[in-house]
């Protein structure tokens, strides 16, 4: 299993970026139940959450991102994404999607995001 993610790159604040995550060679059985995130480590700083999708569909987000980001799957695709709008400079980190599911707990290489003023 590879979880492959992109979509990374340079914007101005106040942009938008669509990340992806999609989960190679994960059998329909473990994406589908598994609970979905995506993290992110800025320079100097610890990795943090940022949003995560439960299987019912529930959602959750880091406060300084609810309202511009917006976490959600294609199980057919079996890939995560992350639509972030108004993106502030705050925003700059290397982006993680991880699935954890039953007993395994999956991450991706990051996509770097960078925000200039």
């Known amino acids: 299993v590879q979880l492959q993610a992109y979509g990374g790159g340079s914007v101005q604040a106040g942009g938008s970026l669509k990340l992806s995550c999609k989960a190679s060679?994960?059998?329909?059985?473990?994406?589908?139940?598994?609970?979905m995130g995506w993290y992110r480590q800025a320079p100097g700083k610890q990795r943090e959450l940022v949003a995560e999708?439960?299987?019912?569909?529930?959602?959750n987000y880091q406060h300084s991102v609810k309202g511009r980001f917006t976490i959600s799957k294609n199980s057919a695709r079996k890939t995560l994404y992350l639509q972030m709008d108004t993106l502030e400079p705050e925003d700059t980190a290397v982006y993680y999607c991880?699935?954890?599911?039953?007993?395994?707990?999956?991450w991706g290489r990051g996509t770097l995001v960078t925000v200039s003023s």
């Open positions: 991880n699935i954890k599911s039953g007993s395994q707990d999956y």
């Open positions: 060679g994960m059998i329909t059985s473990v994406f589908n139940p598994g609970r």
């Open positions: 999708l439960a299987p019912g569909g529930a959602t």
